[in-house]
T-cell receptor, first 117, second 112 residues
Framework: DTAVSQTPKYLVTQMGNDKSIKCEQN?????MYWYKQDSKKFLKIMFS???????INETVPNRFSPKSPDKAHLNLHINSLELGDSAVYFC????????????????FGSGTRLTVV | AQSVTQLGSHVSVSEGALVLLRCNYS??????LFWYVQYPNQGLQLLLK??????LVKGINGFEAEFKKSETSFHLTKPSAHMSDAAEYFC??????????FGSGTRLSIRP
């Protein structure tokens, strides 16, 4: 039973299309995240939700919109896809946050490889 | 502000040799520190974490790391490398902010 599951695993689409990536965690964690990993393996945070409330919104184009219907789900919708959006997108979850940082670290999903052509 | 620097984007060792992957962090408050491993086409897996208990932290697959406050370091070691250790390794820091900051990664190769 996968702890953090993302769908789809692979996504190939044309420029200008709109696409969504879904993420679900069954760990009972309060906080979920979206990260983007570029071709050089660099990981950059995009968004974070704590119990359905947006708590982190990094400098990300408005074409990216997260949505958390409940604390076990965090989806990412991308409008008007561009070539530069090609990357691996990772969902992650954590028990929560404290004044010292993220409790327990992250549990990651297996990633969604997005290719825009 | 918090940051993490991994020294060496690629490290190559012989099978059976010592593995040493270097990581230095910057944080204005006592941090949580992590090492993650990423195998090809997979997500990141937590190897070990430091949360201010023991400074020598043992993780999975025989890896360990030592927190040295005076050197602001959290280097990852394994006494004897195995072919299956070949992967990308990420050092990461979290302190006072609601997120984890990752280093740029070190690719570990194992020579037969």
């Amino acid at each position: 039973d996968t702890a953090v599951s993302q769908t789809p695993k692979y996504l190939v689409t044309q420029m200008g299309n709109d696409k969504s990536i879904k993420c679900e965690q069954n760990l009972g964690h309060d906080t979920m995240y979206w990260y983007k990993q570029d071709s050089k393996k660099f990981l950059k945070i995009m968004f974070s939700y704590n119990n359905k409330e947006l708590i982190i919104n990094e400098t990300v184009p408005n074409r990216f919109s997260p949505k958390s219907p409940d604390k076990a789900h965090l989806n990412l919708h991308i409008n008007s896809l561009e070539l530069g959006d090609s990357a691996v997108y990772f969902c992650a979850s954590s028990q929560g946050v404290s004044d010292r940082g993220v409790l327990g670290g992250y549990t990651f999903g297996s990633g969604t490889r997005l290719t825009v052509v | 502000a918090q940051s993490v620097t991994q020294l060496g984007s690629h490290v190559s060792v012989s099978e059976g040799a010592l593995v040493l992957l270097r990581c230095n962090y910057s944080s204005s408050v006592p941090p949580y520190l992590f090492w993650y491993v990423q195998y090809p086409n997979q997500g990141l897996q937590l190897l070990l974490k430091y949360t201010s208990a023991a400074t020598l932290v043992k993780g999975i697959n025989g890896f360990e790391a030592e927190f040295k406050k005076s050197e602001t370091s959290f280097h990852l070691t394994k006494p004897s490398a195995h072919m299956s250790d070949a992967a990308e390794y990420f050092c990461a820091v979290s302190s006072s902010a609601s997120k984890i900051i990752f280093g740029s990664g070190t690719r570990l190769s194992i020579r037969p």
